[in-house]
């Protein structure tokens, strides 16, 4: 019972450990003359992922490769599916020129990536399937390139950094560091052990757990700042959230991930890289149906209904 309670805590504390890390980092770079460009760029975004690369990082040290996978492969469909989905019922998601025509279908790469470096048992008749480290150090030279890509769009601090940054002192800044970074490390591991413990108990695979409860637990952030963005009509940053939240999951997370150690693959879940990729070609094909670069309350409705049906495959077919 203590494992389920710590589990259900872990998710708390892990998002505002993440939290009090961007706040605190980001008024201490204010503090350097560092601008809101790098500041969004690097503390903001890197803080947002903080809890998929927490749990990731704890998954793999432990050996809990469907975990690890799972959840980033769940992170990304439930941000496509269900966060952008409830984001366009609160409003009309419209979406940048540069979005459609570049990020979407880099995250759509990143998607793809995935499937092939996933399968040597398919591409080269292998007799198991691994995500390398070889394969981790590719997935971050993605990531270098999107950060460089990202830097050179940028017109502007809005762009990249829509949360206020914190006025703190440096003692104040420092505490919120050391409470941001003592957060992430007790609920990753209370969530990677809860996690494992419900697998056990209702004798259903880690991988399910990983692509399920742990998944869009570790994606509330992003279902917060782009229903937020919604409801404000902010519609660039709802979109761009978690667009740029799938590309980060992919090639930064799960390349670390890898880094640290290999992640066996596990072929039952090619599915879900499938659905991965089929949400990736949906949302892109949805900003040319109706209004162009649009994505309507109906079409919100759809992404929904699409995520409830992935989660009745789930239940019935693993």
């Known amino acids: 019972m203590l494992t389920y309670i710590l589990f259900v805590v872990g998710f708390f504390i892990l998002i505002k450990g993440a939290d009090l890390l961007v706040d605190g980092s980001s008024s201490i770079a204010r503090k350097l003359n560092i601008s809101n460009i790098v500041i969004g760029l690097t503390i903001v975004a890197f803080g947002t992922s903080a809890p998929e690369f927490i749990v990731n990082i704890f998954a793999s040290i432990n050996g809990n490769t469907e975990i690890a996978i799972g959840n980033v492969l769940g992170s990304n469909i439930a941000n496509i599916l269900l966060i952008l989905g409830i984001a366009a019922i609160i409003y009309p998601i419209s979406a940048k020129?540069?979005?459609?025509?570049?990020?979407?279908?880099?995250?759509?790469?990143?998607?793809?990536?995935?499937?092939?470096?996933?399968n040597d048992i398919i591409i080269d008749g292998n007799s198991s399937s691994v995500i390398t480290r070889i394969d981790g150090l590719v997935f971050l030279g993605f990531f270098l390139i999107f950060l460089y890509y990202t830097l050179s769009i940028t017109k502007s601090d809005d762009d990249i950094n829509e949360k206020p940054i914190?006025?703190?002192?440096?003692?104040?800044?420092?505490?919120?560091?050391?409470?941001?970074?003592?957060?992430?490390?007790?609920?990753?591991k209370w969530i990677v052990e809860g996690a494992v413990t419900i697998a056990e108990s209702f004798n259903i695979s880690q991988s399910i757990v990983?692509?399920?409860?742990?998944?869009?637990?570790?994606?509330?952030?992003?279902?917060?700042?782009?229903?937020?963005?919604?409801?404000?009509?902010?519609?660039?940053?709802?979109?761009?959230?978690?667009?740029?939240?799938?590309?980060?999951?992919?090639?930064?997370?799960?390349?670390?991930?890898?880094?640290?150690?290999?992640?066996?693959f596990n072929t039952d879940s090619n599915a879900d890289i499938l659905v991965n990729i089929?949400?990736?070609?949906i949302l892109f094909f949805a900003m040319?149906?109706?209004?162009?670069?649009?994505?309507?309350?109906?079409?919100?409705?759809?992404?929904?209904?699409?995520?409830?049906?992935?989660?009745a495959f789930l239940i019935t077919n693993r």
Not at 97 to 118: D, G, R, W
Not at 228 to 253: E, L, M, P, R
Not at 278 to 281: D, T, W
């Open 288 to 311: 040319y149906v109706g209004k162009k670069h649009v994505l309507e309350r109906w079409q919100g409705v759809l992404l929904v209904l699409l995520y409830l049906g992935y989660l």
């Open 278 to 281: 089929l949400a990736s070609v």
């Open 166 to 188: 914190k006025d703190l002192s440096f003692m104040r800044a420092g505490l919120y560091i050391l409470i941001g970074l003592t957060g992430l490390v007790f609920g990753g």
């Open 97 to 118: 020129k540069n979005t459609v025509l570049k990020e979407i279908p880099f995250s759509l790469l990143a998607a793809l990536i995935v499937a092939v470096t996933a």
């Open 210 to 264: 990983g692509l399920t409860v742990v998944a869009v637990g570790t994606s509330l952030p992003e279902l917060a700042t782009s229903a937020v963005a919604a409801y404000k009509k902010q519609s660039d940053i709802a979109i761009g959230n978690v667009v740029g939240s799938n590309i980060f999951n992919v090639f930064w997370i799960l390349g670390a991930s890898s880094i640290i150690k290999p992640l066996p």
